[in-house]
């Protein structure tokens, strides 16, 4: 042992005498720093130590006797070293007893056991008998420090480690989850949260800022907080937050216009898990943010058909060369609303207008006028198609074919939309002369069948005439015979 700390343990050992002369000296600590063990010397530094809570407070025991025998007496209620579950208990005797804490001064939340039982790390351990985590494993048992006291081993800069421990153990994992990946350290540390991190930074998220602590579930557990649904609100508190956020000088934002896009309703209001949480597009653990060449692909790994389509198109060599990013030059990133045929063309509310004008890139003004034209046409007659349709359903014509063909034209519209991603106006031209091709044909047959149904109004009304005409007279004919007859028999009495 070196000098400084023989001496900062005479004067420890002489401040506990003095404590001690003030109140009971706990005889534990003095009899077990006489015998230089580690948990004495641990304790010095310990939250429960400053809080004047003794080796008694945990273990049991007399702390006022100086002798072996009665001190450490399980008459005296000494429960000695806790094995497995019983650590837990141990802490929670106190941790879970909101009335004993308070008495103890403190206003600590008491969940820590009931929320470490029920979440992931909860779970039996391979002999069975005892629970995978307990309250040391991650506090330790002597030397516990408070959460913000930077040697505290979960801290924001020591927490990674503490979760490595087991996390980065390949070994140790398999035998509990075979298909949980072992590398979420080593991205981590990658990534804008975890390089700042490593260099001090302790606002930036580490593993429990995501994960939680106790309540840490499986990621496909809705209670979990990196479940998709939950996982914007869990970024948002920290990049939500303005006041948090300040000196890093980005814009906390993103939450707000994200749940406002076509991607935050359909996960937060439809509950679509097909689209993209903060992390689809930012990566879980790897580098945050995407670089602009990796964003497209980001939208791409769900957006494949529009990705390709851009990747073979004339813009994705003027992009690269401008440097701007493939998807979110005309979508943006975290306000991408649902697209619409306003995006096209050269009204000032088009995308294309931003850089294409009968003056400066001609080409593709021209490109983007005509597309547009060609999709208003096919949005008219695909209306005009489906109009007659009804219109032929509601007179109960048999409409099937037409109606199946209708679908066809819609489909062919959305392909043009799709389409557009080509930014090649023949091959926009071929798909929209499809639509407009089907349509068409879907008019000309709903048109006939509303015709046919006039036609048949028009034959039934005549047949109705002249059946009537043909009633009428027969009608007359017989009155006509009747009449003949009882003149006949008039003249018959007479005679
Ligand atoms: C007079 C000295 C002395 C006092 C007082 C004393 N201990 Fe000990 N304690 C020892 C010694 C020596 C051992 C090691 C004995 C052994 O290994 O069997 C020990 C062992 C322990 C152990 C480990 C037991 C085990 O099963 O491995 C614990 C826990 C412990 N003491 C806690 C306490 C607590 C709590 C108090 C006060 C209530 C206390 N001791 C008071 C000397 C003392
Ligand atoms: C906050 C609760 C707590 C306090 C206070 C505490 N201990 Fe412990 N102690 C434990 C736990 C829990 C273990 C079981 C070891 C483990 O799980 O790592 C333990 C284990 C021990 C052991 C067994 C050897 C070892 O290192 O595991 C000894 C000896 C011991 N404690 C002595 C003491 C002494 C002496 C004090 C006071 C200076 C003390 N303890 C204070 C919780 C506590
Ligand atoms: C005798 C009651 C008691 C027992 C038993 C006990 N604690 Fe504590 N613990 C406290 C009190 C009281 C505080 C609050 C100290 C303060 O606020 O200054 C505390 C504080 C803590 C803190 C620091 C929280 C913070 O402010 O950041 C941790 C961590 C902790 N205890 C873990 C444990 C663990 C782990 C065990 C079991 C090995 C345990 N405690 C056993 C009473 C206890
Ligand atoms: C998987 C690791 C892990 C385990 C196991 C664990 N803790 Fe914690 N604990 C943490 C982390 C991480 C924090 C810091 C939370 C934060 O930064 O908000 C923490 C914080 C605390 C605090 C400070 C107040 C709070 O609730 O945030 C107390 C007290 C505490 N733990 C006690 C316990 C007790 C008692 C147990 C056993 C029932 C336990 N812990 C088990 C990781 C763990
Ligand atoms: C004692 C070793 C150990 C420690 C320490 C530990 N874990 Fe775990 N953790 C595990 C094991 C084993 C599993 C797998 C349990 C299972 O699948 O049943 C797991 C599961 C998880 C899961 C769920 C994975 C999934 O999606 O299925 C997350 C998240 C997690 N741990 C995060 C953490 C964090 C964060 C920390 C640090 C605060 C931490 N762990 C500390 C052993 C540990
Ligand atoms: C910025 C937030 C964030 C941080 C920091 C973070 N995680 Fe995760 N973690 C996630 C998300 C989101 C998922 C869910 C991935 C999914 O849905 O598949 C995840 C998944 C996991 C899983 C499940 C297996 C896997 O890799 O998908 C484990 C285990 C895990 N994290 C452990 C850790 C550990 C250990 C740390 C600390 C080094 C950590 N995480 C840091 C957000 C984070
Ligand atoms: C504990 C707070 C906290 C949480 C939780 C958090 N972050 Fe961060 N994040 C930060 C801080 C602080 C920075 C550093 C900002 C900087 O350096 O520009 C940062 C940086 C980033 C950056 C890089 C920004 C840039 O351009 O420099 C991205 C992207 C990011 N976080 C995404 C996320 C995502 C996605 C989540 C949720 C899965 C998340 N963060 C959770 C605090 C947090
Ligand atoms: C659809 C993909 C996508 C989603 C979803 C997404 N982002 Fe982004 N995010 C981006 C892109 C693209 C950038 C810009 C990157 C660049 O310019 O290098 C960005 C930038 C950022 C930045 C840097 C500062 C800024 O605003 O430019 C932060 C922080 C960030 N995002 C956090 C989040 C958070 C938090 C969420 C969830 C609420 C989220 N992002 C959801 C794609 C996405
Ligand atoms: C030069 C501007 C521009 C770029 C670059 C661009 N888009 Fe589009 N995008 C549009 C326009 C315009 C529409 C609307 C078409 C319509 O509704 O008539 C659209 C529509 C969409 C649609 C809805 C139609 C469909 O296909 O389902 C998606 C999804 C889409 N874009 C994704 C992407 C992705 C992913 C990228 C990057 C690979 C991208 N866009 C790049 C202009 C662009
Ligand atoms: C995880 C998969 C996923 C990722 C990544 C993703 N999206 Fe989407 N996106 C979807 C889903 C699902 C929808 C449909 C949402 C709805 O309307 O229900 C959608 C809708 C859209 C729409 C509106 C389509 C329409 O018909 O109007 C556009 C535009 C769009 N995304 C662009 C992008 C861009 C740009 C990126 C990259 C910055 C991106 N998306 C990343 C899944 C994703
Ligand atoms: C960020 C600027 C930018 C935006 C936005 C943009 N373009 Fe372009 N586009 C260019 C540049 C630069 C060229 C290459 C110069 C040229 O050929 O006119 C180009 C070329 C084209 C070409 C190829 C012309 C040819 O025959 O070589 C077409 C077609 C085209 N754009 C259509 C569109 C359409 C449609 C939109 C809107 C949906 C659009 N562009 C939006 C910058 C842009």
Redesign the pocket.
């Known amino acids: 042992m070196s000098k400084p700390v023989h001496l900062l343990s005479a004067l420890v050992f002489a401040g506990l005498l003095f404590a001690g002369s003030l109140g009971a000296a706990d005889q534990c600590l003095i009899c077990h720093t006489g015998q230089g063990d580690k948990p004495s010397a641990l304790f010095r530094h310990d939250v429960h130590f400053l809080k004047g809570i003794p080796c008694s407070g945990c273990h049991g025991g007399n702390p006022n006797a100086a002798e072996v025998e009665q001190a450490m007496n399980p008459k005296e209620g000494f429960i000695g070293v806790p094995k497995g579950d019983n650590v837990s208990r141990m802490c929670a005797a106190c941790h879970s007893d909101s009335a004993r804490m308070r008495r103890l001064g403190s206003s600590l939340p008491t969940d820590q056991l009931e929320s470490l039982q029920s979440s992931v790390h909860g779970r039996l351990s391979i002999s069975g008998s005892e629970r995978l985590a307990r309250c040391t494993t991650c506090h330790g048992a002597h030397g516990i420090r408070r959460v913000k006291d930077p040697l505290s081993p979960v801290s924001p800069l020591n927490?990674?480690r503490t979760?490595?421990h087991c996390?980065?153990n390949a070994a140790f994992?398999r035998m509990y989850n075979p298909s949980?990946?072992?590398?979420?350290?080593e991205?981590?540390?990658t990534?804008v949260?975890?390089t700042r991190n490593a260099k001090g930074d302790v606002k930036?998220?580490?593993?429990?800022?995501?994960?939680g602590s106790h309540d840490i579930h499986?990621?496909?557990d809705v209670k979990?907080?990196?479940?998709?649904t939950n996982?914007p609100s869990?970024?948002s508190t920290c990049h939500g937050n303005a006041a948090y956020m300040v000196e890093y000088h980005i814009p906390t934002d993103q939450f707000e216009k994200f749940s406002k896009s076509v991607h935050g309703v359909a996960l937060l209001q439809k509950g679509d898990l097909g689209a993209p949480?903060?992390?689809s597009c930012?990566g879980?653990?790897g580098a945050?943010p995407p670089g602009i060449e990796s964003v497209s692909k980001v939208c791409g790994s769900c957006h494949a058909l529009n990705a390709d389509l851009f990747s073979a198109s004339p813009h994705k060599k003027v992009f690269d060369e401008a440097d701007l990013p493939e998807c979110e030059t005309c979508h943006g990133n975290h306000e991408i609303v649902a697209a619409t045929d306003k995006l096209l063309g050269v009204t000032p509310e088009a995308v294309c207008s931003q850089c294409h004008s009968p003056e400066e890139n001609p080409r593709g003004y021209a490109a983007a006028r005509l597309m547009r034209q060609l999709t208003d046409s096919l949005q008219s007659s695909e209306k005009r198609a489906a109009s007659l349709v009804s219109e032929a359903e509601q007179k109960g014509m048999e409409i099937s074919e037409a109606k199946f063909k209708l679908r066809d034209a819609r489909q062919a519209r959305m392909q043009a939309r799709t389409m557009v991603h080509a930014f090649d106006p023949k091959k926009f031209e071929e798909v929209a002369d499809r639509g407009l091709g089907v349509a068409g044909v879907v008019q000309v047959e709903a048109q006939q069948s509303v015709d046919e149904y006039y036609f048949r109004r028009v034959g039934l009304l005549a047949a109705t005439l002249i059946i009537t005409t043909l009633a009428v007279s027969l009608y007359l004919l017989i009155r006509r015979i009747e009449r003949k007859q009882r003149a006949l028999n008039h003249v018959g009495r007479r005679t």
Request: one cysteine or more; aromatic letters at 4%; hydrophobic letters at 35%.
């Open positions: 927490v990674v979760c490595a996390h980065s994992m949980l990946a072992v590398d979420q350290v991205k981590y540390r990534s949260h975890g930036v998220a580490e593993c429990a800022s995501c994960h499986s990621a496909k979990s907080r990196v479940y998709p996982i869990t970024c949480a903060c992390n930012h879980n653990h945050a």
